[in-house]
């Protein structure tokens, strides 16, 4: 049995709110009125009505929500008040109160407005749980073996953006294994890999324009390469030479680009969020048709900047997508001892911000959702949650080893079980956009591209010392002046202690 209210507006009126209603179903409604019908004639006032009636039930205050609650019928039904759709629920019962009689009776009285709205009373004593026992799902388009889940609800992804996003992916993998090796041969300070998490920033980054801003993490190099940073700007800025944006100013995989909208990473842990709050904040302000899209790890949730970026977003409506790695480990911590709710997406709620869990190693979902989200961020201007599940198959970066607290066993799984790379690839090989020939080429390209890159970078001058202490203020002060007078000085004392390849 299913019936439909819909709340047309409410009024103060002496007191009383008084609800404009139309109901599809006479049996329920006094005011029934068939939806051909002028809407005029079908306003009834709740009071006089339904919410007397034994069968329904009315909370929230304004134009929030309908509950519907009856002896007579069991089924559930949906109720559309005001544009949004709400499930009945049991919860519904815990309205009507019991009158003199002893009949069910629904008091709108028992409910207080407190700042910040009305809330219901009831005799129950019920504590909410910490997590649910039934873990939030995951959202996917694509099963393991590349086909598509049966009627999944996907945007439709071009051949072009499905090539593009693969072989994106493979080029972070090759880049990847490269700069890794260069570093364990101690020609590059410190690498961190993005293995098995290509999806995320690959398929991301497709879903969004040149105009929308990424603050990201350190894992997401991915998300450059698609916007058109090239091999050698990455082993440019890895190798700190006269040629990297950052002049040897920051670590190795600290990428930044103002030309491709993407803020230069920095190393502890979620300063960008409240930073990409801001931003957004800003786009919203100068009503541009952008958003800002955050990237953090599972670890990264723990600081507090995460917590005050999420509430910062929703109450500020900024039109940034916040997307979560949920890649089980930060560093040595898995997210069993990081946390205790059911992940990360369960957090978006509790700050009135709505979340999605997307399969993190499922390129089309995470395009889908991603693209979605974009969506409701600009044009609803609000914050929008996604949390992507994945694996960190690499290290967590060439300063650790990490079976020396995870089973190589658990890693394999996750490398050959759930390769992004391989799910797309089978995809798009069925869609016959791809063969054996595309592939070795691809695979050949980009062994040459990325060990040219690294030779070249290598060879090229170093920045000039001068460069340690210029570009943060427009004239230098004078402690800095000082600071450069005294480092000069000391590397003529003591020349065999600096670097020959740094230009003084
Ligand atoms: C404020 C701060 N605390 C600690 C660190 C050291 N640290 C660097 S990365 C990292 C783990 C972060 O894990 P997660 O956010 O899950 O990202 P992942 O490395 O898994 O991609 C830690 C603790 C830091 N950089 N900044
Ligand atoms: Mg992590």
Known sequence: MNISIWLTRTRR????????????????????????????????????????????????????????????????????????????????????????????????????????????????????????????????????????????????????????????MVSLQTMDKYFYEAQRQGRLSFYLTSFGEEAVSLASAAALTSHDLILSQYREPGILLWRGFTVQEFADQCFGNNAGHGKGRQMPVHYGSKNLNFMTISSPLATQLPQAVGVAYSLKMEKKDACVVAYFGDGTTSEGDFHAAMNFAAVMDAPVVFICRNNGWAISTPVTDQFRSDGIVVKGPAYGIQSIRVDGNDALAIYSAVRKARKMAIDEQRPILIEAMTYRVGHHSTSDDSTKYRSIDEIEYWKTMHSPITRLRKWIERKGWWGEKDESELHSDLNNQVKTAIEKAEKALKPQLKYLFRDVYEDLPTNLIEQEKLLRETVERHPQDFPIDVPL
């Not at 109901?23 to 339904?50: A, D, E």
């Not at 039904?77 to 009507?96: F, N, P, W």
Request: hydrophobic fraction near 25%; include cysteine.
């Open 13 to 168: 009126d002496g007191g009383n709110f008084v609800k404009k209603i139309i109901c599809n179903n006479p049996t329920f409604c006094s005011y029934y009125q068939s939806p051909n019908s002028s809407t005029s004639l079908v306003h009834s006032h709740l009071s006089s009505s339904i919410m007397r009636s034994k069968d329904c039930g009315f909370v929230g205050k304004g134009n929030f929500r309908f509950l519907y609650s009856s002896s007579s019928f069991n089924s559930s039904y949906v109720v559309s008040v005001g544009g949004r759709r709400y499930k009945a629920t049991k919860a519904g019962e815990q309205l009507l109160f019991e009158d003199d009689n002893g009949n069910n009776t629904f008091e709108e009285s028992k409910g207080e407005e407190f700042p910040g709205g009305k809330i219901f009373f009831t005799s129950e004593m019920n504590f909410l749980p910490g997590s649910s026992e039934k873990r939030v799902q995951c959202y996917r388009v694509l099963d393991e073996n590349g086909y598509h889940v049966s009627s999944t609800t996907m945007e439709h992804v071009s051949k072009e953006v499905g090539l593009k996003v693969y072989s994106g």
